[in-house]
């Protein structure tokens, strides 16, 4: 932390994130208005003291509405970063790299098929199947709990996204763990433990992963931004978080379909193309600067 603190870059780059995702987290609580609060007195309206970003074609509040599109980024990226990412992708790079042998081949042929296939059109063909039944499932659970608003909150919508970018993103960060699995199985320290009698799982997550936290820290950061640009990708083709609840892929093809809001509201794709660009890239530098702060061999 001392050695990135003193890199400028690293420092913008993550007040970015941190203000971004706490924007996220905070969103009902600073949020001047809901996000499907319409005043159509308002439409169009530029910058005042009641709508400081101004109003869209509804009057909606547009920072309102950022504020809310960044929580279902938020929401969506980090899903979709502990389930793919972490979960499937340590566990399994772990498993092969130790395993090695038949295992190691098998859960590798399994990642480069996912790798091999082109990934926006099988996220498309998943969600747009499986949304109807994931909101039946969704609809049980209300039934069978006793607690409504689930499907109206837009958590299928939610777990679907999340859930297809974790299918998928797992490959990346089960490769990496693998290749530092398969140089360190045989370190001193793995061979002491398993004199000692370690179990496999306690070798695996008490000896091998902390040492292989450095690189996971990296692919980690970049795969946040990698999750937060694809789900506001497939929500701008129709078919991730749809309306009337909010995201930056609603925003900016909700306004980019009528030639006339860009030439005379350019600011209504303006806010919400600065605030994703301003994420992803950020991401992506300070996934740069953490790569030569934590590698010996860069510093």
């Known amino acids: 932390m001392r050695r990135l603190l003193h890199r400028p870059v690293a420092v913008v780059a993550l007040i970015i994130i941190l203000t971004i995702y706490a924007v996220g987290i905070l969103a009902p609580w600073i949020a001047p208005e809901g996000f499907a609060t319409i005043d159509l007195q308002n439409r169009y309206s530029g910058p005042t003291w009641e709508h400081p970003l101004g109003a869209d074609e509804l009057g909606r509040d547009i920072l309102s509405r950022i504020i809310w599109s960044t929580q279902t980024t938020v929401i969506v990226s980090v899903a979709a970063m502990l389930f793919g990412s972490l979960a499937l992708g340590v566990t399994l790079g772990l498993i092969s790299g130790y395993a090695g042998g038949r295992t190691d081949s098998v859960i590798m042929r399994l990642g480069d098929a996912f790798y091999s296939v082109p990934t926006i059109l099988l996220l498309l063909i998943i969600i747009a199947t499986m949304q109807d039944r994931v909101d039946s499932v969704f609809k049980?659970?209300?039934?069978f709990t006793g607690f409504p608003g689930l499907v109206s909150?837009?958590?299928?919508?939610?777990?679907?996204?999340f859930g297809a970018l974790a299918i998928f993103g797992w490959v990346g960060m089960a490769r990496l763990v693998r290749s530092q699995v398969l140089?360190?199985?045989?370190?001193?320290?793995?061979?002491?433990?398993?004199?000692?009698?370690?179990?496999?799982?306690?070798?695996?997550?008490?000896h091998l992963l902390p040492n292989i936290t450095n690189l996971m820290i990296v692919v980690i950061t970049i795969s946040l931004g990698a999750a937060a640009a694809a789900e506001i990708g497939l929500t701008f083709l129709g078919i991730g978080v749809q309306a009337p609840h909010p995201s930056f892929g609603v925003m900016i093809s909700d306004y980019a379909q009528d030639p006339t809001n860009i030439r005379d509201h350019p600011t209504l794709i303006l806010y919400p193309a600065l605030v994703i660009?301003?994420?992803?890239?950020?991401?992506?530098?300070l996934g740069d600067v953490l790569t030569d702060v934590m590698s010996p061999r860069r510093r």
């Open 140 to 143: 049980d659970v209300e039934d």
């Open 153 to 161: 909150s837009g958590a299928p919508r939610y777990f679907l996204v």
């Open 183 to 206: 140089s360190l199985r045989e370190s001193a320290y793995v061979l002491a433990a398993r004199a000692a009698g370690a179990s496999h799982t306690r070798i695996l997550f008490w």
């Open 277 to 285: 660009g301003a994420l992803v890239l950020s991401f992506n530098l």
